[in-house]
């Protein structure tokens, strides 16, 4: 029973598309986020949703959307994919802003060519 | 803004060792703070958290301590294994910013 899935697991793609990742937690956490690990390992938020609302947009390009169906999914839509895209992107959830429990998924890793 | 520093950002040790893993932050106005841990391809575990008012937690092998006012937090390994090679990291939290700010890791590697 994993905790936190994410889908795919690796992304290759080219400039210009449009690609989503898939993001489900079955822990009954109330927030989740989405965070983008770059070549250097540096772990950096995009956003968090509490309870399907946007909490947190870290000034990620417009070209980034997440969409939150229900508490469970925390998808992330990108368009126009650019090289500099290229990373690892982490989902996770927490019970609430304290951070209890935080749990992430595997990571998703995408490449931009 | 918080800034949050880890040193060393590698660490090489022969098994058996106990060993200090540092996090520093800049911004003492934290609701509290976690170690991490992750494996190569994978994603993190947490393994200790702190709150503000704590001064340390302990699970095992393991125990992490927390000077606010010096804006300082070590993750203490004891008798330390190959299985304890991975990266640490540190991540503060802000009251109310449902958000983490993560330090840049220590890669430790623990030779049998």
């Known amino acids: 029973d994993t905790a936190v899935s994410q889908t795919p697991k690796y992304l290759v793609t080219q400039m210009g598309n449009d690609k989503s990742i898939k993001c489900e937690q079955n822990?009954?956490?109330?927030?989740m986020y989405w965070y983008k690990q770059d070549s250097k390992k540096f772990l950096k938020i995009m956003f968090s949703?509490?309870?399907?609302?946007?909490?947190i947009n870290e000034t990620v390009p417009n070209r980034f959307s997440p969409k939150s169906p229900d508490k469970a999914h925390l998808n992330l839509h990108i368009n126009s994919l650019e090289l500099g895209d290229s990373a690892v992107y982490f989902c996770?959830?927490?019970?609430?802003?304290?951070?209890?429990?935080?749990?992430f998924g595997s990571g998703t890793r995408l490449t931009v060519v | 803004k918080q800034e949050v520093t880890q040193i060393p950002a590698a660490l090489s040790v022969p098994e058996g060792e106990n060993l200090v893993l540092n996090c520093s932050f800049t911004?003492?106005?934290?609701?509290?703070l976690q170690w991490f841990r992750q494996d190569p391809g994978k994603g993190l575990t947490s393994l200790l958290l702190?709150?503000?008012?704590?001064r340390e937690q302990t699970s095992g092998r393991l125990n992490a301590s927390l000077d606010k006012s010096s804006g300082r937090s070590t993750l203490y390994i004891a008798a330390s294994q190959p299985g304890d090679s991975a990266t640490y990291l540190c991540?503060?939290?802000?009251?109310?910013?449902?958000?983490?700010?993560f330090g840049t890791g220590t890669r430790l590697k623990v030779l049998a």
């Open positions: 996770a959830s927490s019970q609430g802003q304290e951070g209890y429990g935080y749990t």
């Open positions: 991540a503060v939290g802000r009251s109310g910013t449902y958000k983490y700010i």
């Open positions: 822990l009954g956490h109330d927030t």
């Open positions: 949703y509490n309870n399907k609302e946007l909490i």
């Open positions: 702190i709150q503000s008012s704590q």
């Open positions: 911004d003492s106005a934290i609701y509290n």
